[in-house]
């Protein structure tokens, strides 16, 4: 590099790469003062300075007050600032990486398997590469090299070798990103995601709500024939997908949560977010799940804990409690109306407006419902012929069940 040509490289840097000029101009000046004393026959009490004229590019050396005038300054000068360039460079292109991922923390992105690294999958990102760590993995997964991969971006870090992008597959909040690539009415707020729990590569519970009475959350979710929740199942390599209505009643929220298994009773204490559920003796291992994965999992999306009973555990449960003697109901370790019988707020699909409506409507009781007739049941607004039958039939259903 020729002394005449460094200022215009310095200025290109700084264009380009957004590197102070005056920052690069500090560094060649110490890094030709450092190489120079190397070299040059300097007395050791003497500081060597180098100066750096702005306009013509020219560097001097000097030791104390006096010029160093040597044949060899000129080729250090020349090969140390093309060394500090070539740093300066490779800094500041770390540094644009390190900001990029920065800004695409909690993102998706996608690149391809590169390398396997004691058990991290390295991924090639085009200028850098992400780590795709064992832990941050779905076990259920796998990959070879070449494989295009889409992951979160869990966090980036600055080291001493460049940039470090940390990549996951099994945090929940890459379910909640698909969610939001595959389904337009929750990348434009329409719809919103209000919890998701998640047990990778097995099972995932998202709960979502609509700010908008004539959009159906989960129909919207789903998908036509179930095209949009499919192609993220697809992404996730089978892994399963409950997706749950939310809703501001907690034992609605829980029947939700706790689906596909059916709830005979509630029992909540509001101000310890706890519940204990009964249900049938042919519900229990369908609520419980797999290595108890479906209840782990409803908790977690709810925020409270959940103990599930049948009938005849919650009788030994209550007797343990009172030491056996006396009524049951007499003695409850909480208040009787907190002990929820099946009412019209366990009918399926029936939310809070509607339940109003047939309540205005005379309809209070599932006994009601479950004795009226269609045309009857379509005098409540909002209810045409078909939700009428399908209400009564559900009413009588629950009727039986209890």
């Keep these: 590099m020729d002394t005449n040509e460094l200022m215009t490289i310095l200025e290109q840097l700084e264009r380009d790469k957004g590197i102070d000029k005056e920052i690069l101009i500090s560094a060649v000046e110490a890094a030709v003062a450092s190489a120079a004393r190397k070299i040059l026959s300097v007395e050791e009490e003497d500081e060597v300075k180098v100066v750096l004229n702005r306009k013509t590019g020219k560097l001097k050396?000097?030791?104390?007050?006096?010029?160093?005038?040597?044949?060899?300054?000129?080729?250090?000068?020349?090969?140390?600032?093309?060394?500090?360039?070539?740093?300066?460079?490779?800094?500041?292109?770390?540094?644009?990486?390190?900001?990029e991922y920065q800004g695409r923390i909690g993102q998706i992105i996608s690149g391809s398997v590169y390398r396997f690294e004691?058990?991290?999958?390295?991924?090639?990102?085009g200028k850098t590469e992400g780590c795709l760590l064992r832990s941050e993995q779905s076990p259920k997964e796998e990959f070879k090299q070449g494989d295009r991969v889409r992951a979160y971006v869990l966090n980036a870090t600055r080291e001493t070798k460049g940039p470090q992008i940390i990549l996951s597959r099994a945090h929940p909040n890459f379910v909640k990103r698909?969610?939001?690539?595959?389904?337009?009415?929750?990348?434009?707020?329409?719809?919103?995601?209000?919890?998701?729990?998640?047990?990778?590569?097995?099972?995932?519970k998202i709960s979502v709500y609509s700010k908008d009475d004539k959009v159906d959350c989960v129909g919207a979710c789903v998908g036509m024939r179930g095209s949009r929740v499919k192609n993220i199942v697809t992404e996730l390599q089978g892994e399963r997908i409950d997706i749950v209505r939310y809703s501001e009643d907690i034992k609605e929220y829980i029947q939700a949560a706790l689906s596909?298994?059916?709830?005979?009773?509630?029992?909540?204490?509001?101000?310890?977010k706890k519940a204990n559920l009964i249900v049938a003796e042919d519900q229990l291992s369908l609520a419980i799940g797999k290595r108890g994965q479906n209840v782990r999992l409803a908790s977690e999306l709810v925020g409270w804990d959940l103990n599930i009973f049948t009938a005849e555990q919650w009788k030994k449960h209550l007797d343990g409690l009172l030491?056996?003697?006396?009524?049951?109901?007499?003695?409850?370790?909480?208040?009787?109306?907190?002990?929820?019988?099946?009412?019209?707020?366990?009918l399926p699909g029936v939310g809070e407006k509607l339940l109003e409506?047939?309540?205005?409507?005379?309809?209070?009781?599932?006994?009601?419902?479950?004795?009226?007739?269609?045309?009857?049941?379509?005098v409540v607004k909002g209810?045409?012929?078909?939700?009428?039958?399908?209400?009564?039939?559900?009413?009588?259903?629950?009727?039986?069940?209890?």
């Excluded at 995601?193 to 998640?198: D, E, H, M, Y």
């Design 357 to 378: 409506a047939l309540k205005e409507a005379g309809f209070e009781s599932l006994e009601k419902i479950a004795s009226a007739t269609v045309e009857q049941l379509t």
């Design 61 to 99: 050396a000097y030791a104390g007050d006096q010029e160093i005038r040597s044949s060899e300054f000129g080729r250090i000068a020349a090969q140390t600032a093309k060394q500090v360039v070539i740093q300066k460079i490779r800094e500041a292109e770390k540094d644009v990486v390190y900001t």
């Design 178 to 204: 698909l969610f939001e690539l595959e389904v337009p009415e929750i990348y434009e707020g329409i719809v919103e995601v209000k919890s998701i729990a998640r047990a990778a590569g097995e099972r995932t």
């Design 260 to 272: 596909p298994a059916e709830i005979s009773q509630i029992q909540v204490k509001s101000d310890e």
């Design 383 to 402: 209810l045409g012929e078909a939700k009428a039958e399908k209400i009564i039939a559900k009413a009588q259903a629950l009727l039986k069940k209890d």
């Design 323 to 346: 030491g056996g003697s006396g009524p049951i109901i007499d003695k409850l370790p909480v208040k009787v109306d907190d002990v929820q019988s099946i009412g019209l707020q366990d």
């Design 118 to 125: 004691k058990g991290n999958i390295i991924i090639d990102l």
